[in-house]
């Protein structure tokens, strides 16, 4: 996955394929100057954060997904997937947007991304 392609509704974007995406991996979409990291967890769960540490701005979809969670590569900090915020004492968040599963589709809210 490389680019935001084919429109599947008025706010939802094709993003790629669910397979693209490895188990507790991730794979980038670019929007303009945006790059939105999509996950996959263990159990078949895809979210979707801008690939920014709130840190030091460290690529998430670098880091090992695990529990729910992604740990950034550069500083061990741990994000949750589902609501962005860094976990135990670090303080901050990464942006989130919504990911749908369409018939093994994965889709964006293009409304999320203005």
Known sequence: MSAVSVAMSQNLVDVGATDDVPQRGARCVKKGDLTIAIFRTQDDQFFALEDKCPHKHGPLSQGIVHDGC????????VISLSSGQAQGADEGETRTFTVEVRDGRLLLDLEELR
Not at 70 to 77: D, E, F, G, K, R
Request: net charge neutral; aromatic share 12%.
């Open 70 to 77: 992604v740990t950034c590569p550069l500083h061990n900090w």
